[in-house]
């Protein structure tokens, strides 16, 4: 089965600073009130793990981890 | 430090409990608690810590650092040697090592193991379960993780023996804060102290960071503020403040060294393009930053996952252009220093692909007598996609991990390949890489009974073998495998007196290079009896054999079951049947898929003449016929083909089976019919059917010295035979006269066995004492064949069930159930070497020979209800 690339939202306590957003180099992020918001498509449930693995590691608080639609008009990356 | 009182008093308790599993997030503190708690132990409980290596994938390296761990901890242990790396290697037995040291304790011992999460092999974390399920009363175990730990503890849960240490648990008070910030000789308002707890929510790594960057800061209240205004994420925001703050050189230092998982002064020096950082790093380590010695000696250190990740990235960023030099020195350093692992995984990091694939290629050899196949396996993935499949240079490494996985077929193409790659190869690796796969070749063929093949790659490797390759560290170790596997296969083809300066050569060239498992192969393949070798030698050879295994560690290994069965044969020869037994019991406790097959068909073949030696002639002909199916998933043919085929028919014609054993002969290949084993199988045939005249006719080539292979053993079981067609013929002087013939054949080297083979008490009768010149040896054999008949009555007549042990009655009530010997073992949480032992100890004290007739027999013994039948038709 090929993977298909799913649109993935991870909210992480705190604001990312630059070093730390390096590590998400394919995630677009954004600063809600306290805390980073990474948007982006991820290739396939490892991939989620693996990105799950690095928050952990850099020792980042995980708020909530979710697959979303991609809205209408954004283009695919 | 501080004294985390409450966390401390919580682990002293771990030993009422059996496990103690400490999960939280990276930087909560649980190693510089497990660090003090076991520096607090002293004198109350002994410690054995465990660090798990960054990404371990290797169940062996895994299990050597426990006993490593277990070994240092406990004093019994000082004179055990600690067994280094070696191929086979047998996770299974280290565990029952492990816990046969802790069982011996009285004082309380505790095994930690830290960063478990670092852990990833399925079979080490099984295995770890296992461990866990079967410690002793004395012992207990405390896990330490960024997550829960991927093992099934659900039994012990249950049993209230699991104990947690969370993230919350794990949370500065603030009192604590204060007393952190005392301690790091800042004195700061309480307000302020406050302020910092609420903001890093007590979470030890921000704390102590923090602490580090208020040290000498000028204006700390400013800093707290600002720190506790901000939005960042705590960590990376009190790791870049800490970096700021540190002088130039450290900076340096710092990022340059990140991408090491161990670092020491001079490789920093290296990397860093200064001098003086041993300096540095002992200075780190004292200001309890986030570096940390390995050694008692304090030469190697290594950074805080945490640290060295945030590291990583900042280097990344800030100096993207120098990584993959950074790398490149890396690799230069450990290939020099012979770290060949560390320089294979920074060439990749270099992007060196074609650089690592050689270094691997170059070294695999020596990768593969440590047993480091796992680790291979490793490496090999983290080659990109491409470079991995198609770099021929590569096929050799591939072809060691499928050959350690038990993957011939697999093995075998990745060699192929491997050699027709071979002349692509630059002239000066090209002979190094000629011998490492000539002897994967050899091992691959050795391995699937491929004998001939064996020998012509052993030839291939010495005329490959020049000058420059034997002056190499490798070719030497090349030399003492080529000489192993050829003096193995030697052996197997019954020519001894080839194996014997082959093996000998062999252990001695281990010796000098240093390779305890090389030795032990060789020496447990010299102690068959031949022309040159007596029984009495051959004996104590394998004894020495067994000692030597046992001196380095490496008693319960399975390559010591070739001088297991040796020594089982050569006893049985000499009539000593329980010490053949003993010997027995303890080769067949491995897995039999560890052992060689060739020496599976040896220990068949002893089995089944210990059973035919005390008259027990089912089960001989069930282990002659295991033999014979051992035999028959080899390529070649086994030395002890004729002799197990032979013995096989005599046994079935005894049982009233001519026709099965007139069959069991025709399956020998055409070349060996003309053998003295099987003159004296037709000989048995024929007595069986009552025609002595023709059993005589059929030994005439074996008593007149014309058949092929007629070793002193096999000439003393024909006089036997003899004499019993010429007492069936009426002719007791003959009788007589062939049975001191026997004697006088036999009584050199005590050969026993043919007399209780034959069923001998009858023809000695013919034999008068005073009449034989060998009254001694004769005397010894009526003691030994009427022993072991008495023996065996012995046991009939006993009840069998107040024989089985708690553990055997046990294993007994699965035994109507229809899981597998596997599943008994899973459910019984022992291994399943251990439920083979106990179901053929329960078989024999219960004198039968399946697992159906076992519960038949123990229904009627009224060791299991009736009651407890398996479903569908009894």
Redesign the interface.
């Known amino acids: 089965m090929a993977p298909t690339p799913s649109l993935y939202m991870i909210r ?9 957003l ?2 998400f180099p394919s995630m677009d992020h954004e ?1 809600t ?2 805390e ?1 918001v990474l948007t982006g498509l991820i290739e396939d449930r490892s991939a989620v793990f693996s990105l799950v693995a690095e928050v ?6 995980l708020l909530e981890l979710r697959q979303v639609e991609p809205k209408p008009n954004e283009p695919r990356r | 430090m501080v004294e985390r009182i409450d966390l401390l008093a919580t682990l002293d308790q771990a030993g009422a409990r059996k496990v103690m599993v400490i999960a939280a997030p990276p930087g909560s503190g649980k190693t510089s608690l497990l660090r003090a708690w076991s520096a607090r132990s002293r004198g109350k409980r002994r410690i054995a810590f465990v660090s798990v290596d960054h990404d371990q994938r290797d169940p062996q390296q895994f299990w050597l650092s426990v006993l490593r761990a277990v070994f240092e901890a406990l004093p019994s242990a000082v004179e055990v040697p600690v067994e280094s790396a070696t191929p086979e290697f047998d996770g299974q037995a280290t565990i029952e090592r492990i816990l046969l040291e802790l069982a011996d304790q009285l004082e309380p011992v505790v095994l930690i193991v830290d960063d478990l999460h670092e852990l990833h092999s399925e079979e080490a974390l099984a295995q770890l379960e296992q461990l866990l399920s079967r410690l002793p009363s004395s012992t207990s175990a405390v896990l330490s993780a960024r997550r829960d730990p991927r093992i099934r503890l659900h039994r012990l849960r249950l049993a209230g023996e699991v104990a947690t240490i969370r993230a919350s648990d794990l949370e500065f008070s603030e009192v604590e804060t204060r007393e952190l910030l005392r301690a790091s000789g800042l004195n700061v308002s309480s307000a302020l102290a406050a302020s910092l707890h609420r903001r890093t929510e007590g979470w030890a790594a921000g704390l102590r960071l923090a602490a580090i960057s208020l040290q000498g800061h000028p204006d700390p209240e400013r800093f707290v503020a600002e720190f506790s205004g901000t939005d960042r994420a705590i960590g990376e925001y009190l790791i870049a403040e800490m970096l700021d703050r540190q002088p130039d050189d450290v900076r340096n230092m710092l990022l340059r060294t990140s991408l090491l998982g161990r670092v020491n002064g001079e490789l920093a020096d290296l990397m860093s393009g200064s001098t003086g950082c041993d300096r540095l790093l002992l200075e780190l380590e004292d200001a309890n930053a986030f570096v940390v010695s390995l050694d008692p000696q304090r030469e190697w250190f290594r950074f805080h996952q945490l640290l060295a990740d945030f590291l990583r990235l900042e280097l990344r960023r800030s100096a993207p252009g120098e990584v993959q030099d950074l790398h490149r020195h890396a690799a230069r350093w450990f290939e020099e220093h012979g770290a060949v692992v560390e320089a294979v995984r920074h060439a990749q990091g270099a992007r060196d692909w074609s650089h690592a694939a050689e270094l691997l290629a170059d070294h695999l050899f020596s990768l593969t007598l440590d047993g480091q196949e796992a680790t291979i396996a490793a490496v090999l993935q983290s080659f990109p996609a491409g470079t991995s499949a198609d770099e021929p240079e590569l096929a050799p490494a591939h072809a060691a991990v499928y050959l350690s996985q038990g993957l011939h077929q697999q093995a075998a193409a990745q060699l192929a390949r491997a050699e027709s790659h071979l002349d692509r190869i630059p002239a000066d690796r090209r002979q190094g890489q000629a011998v490492a796969i000539a002897s994967l070749r050899l091992a691959l063929a050795r391995r699937t009974g491929h004998f001939t093949e064996v020998i012509d790659q052993v030839n291939l490797l010495e005329t490959s073998m020049t000058d420059e390759v034997e002056l190499m560290a490798s070719g030497r170790e090349l030399g003492a495998v080529a000489l192993m596997n050829l003096g193995i296969v030697e052996t197997w083809l019954g020519r001894l007196a080839d194996a014997e300066p082959h093996l000998a050569q062999g252990a001695a060239l281990a010796v000098a290079i240093g390779r305890p498992y090389l030795e032990v192969a060789c020496r447990s393949h010299l102690c068959f009896p031949s022309e040159r070798v007596s029984c009495a030698a051959a004996r104590e050879r394998g004894i020495q054999a067994l000692a030597l295994a046992e001196g380095h560690g490496l008693g319960d290994r399975p390559i010591i079951a070739p001088a297991l069965g040796a020594l089982a044969g050569v006893t049985i020869w000499m009539g000593e049947f329980d010490e053949a037994e003993r010997c027995l019991r303890r080769a067949w406790d491995f897995d039999e898929a560890d052992i060689d097959p060739s020496a599976v068909v040896l220990l068949h073949t002893a089995t089944g003449m210990l059973h035919a030696a005390r008259g027990e002639l089912e089960s001989a002909c069930d282990a002659f016929t295991a033999a014979s199916k051992a035999q028959s998933s080899l390529d070649g043919v086994h030395v002890l083909a004729t002799r197990f085929t032979g013995w096989l028919a005599a046994a079935q014609a005894r049982l009233g089976m001519p026709e099965a054993a007139l069959a069991s002969l025709a399956s020998l290949p055409p070349d060996l019919e003309r053998t003295g084993d099987v003159w004296n199988a037709r000989a048995a045939i024929c007595l069986a059917r009552n025609e002595p005249a023709l059993a005589l006719a059929a030994l005439d080539a074996v008593l007149n010295g014309t058949a092929p292979d007629i070793p002193s053993f096999t000439l003393v079981e024909a006089h036997l035979l003899a004499a019993h067609a010429h007492l069936d013929l009426g002719d007791r002087v003959a009788s007589a006269a062939a049975v001191e013939v026997a004697l006088a054949v036999a009584e050199p080297d005590r050969l026993i066995f043919p007399f209780a083979l034959t069923g001998a008490s009858r023809v000695l009768a013919t034999l008068p004492r005073h009449e034989t010149a060998h009254g001694a040896l004769l005397a010894d054999i009526v003691d030994v064949i009427d022993g072991s008949a008495r023996a065996d009555a012995d046991t009939r007549q006993r009840s069998p069930g107040d024989e089985l042990t708690p553990t055997e009655l046990r294993v007994l009530r699965f035994l109507p159930t229809n899981l597998t010997r596997s599943e008994i073992a899973r459910d019984l949480y022992v291994s399943v070497n251990t439920v083979n032992t106990h179901v053929r100890n329960i078989y024999s004290k219960l004198g039968v020979g399946d697992r159906s007739a076992a519960v038949r027999r123990a229904r009627e013994l009224r060791l299991l209800s009736a009651g407890f039948a398996p479903p569908g038709p009894a």
């Open positions: 992480i306590k705190g604001h990312l600073g630059p070093a730390a390096s590590a600063f009130g306290s980073t952990e590691a850099l020792g980042l608080e």
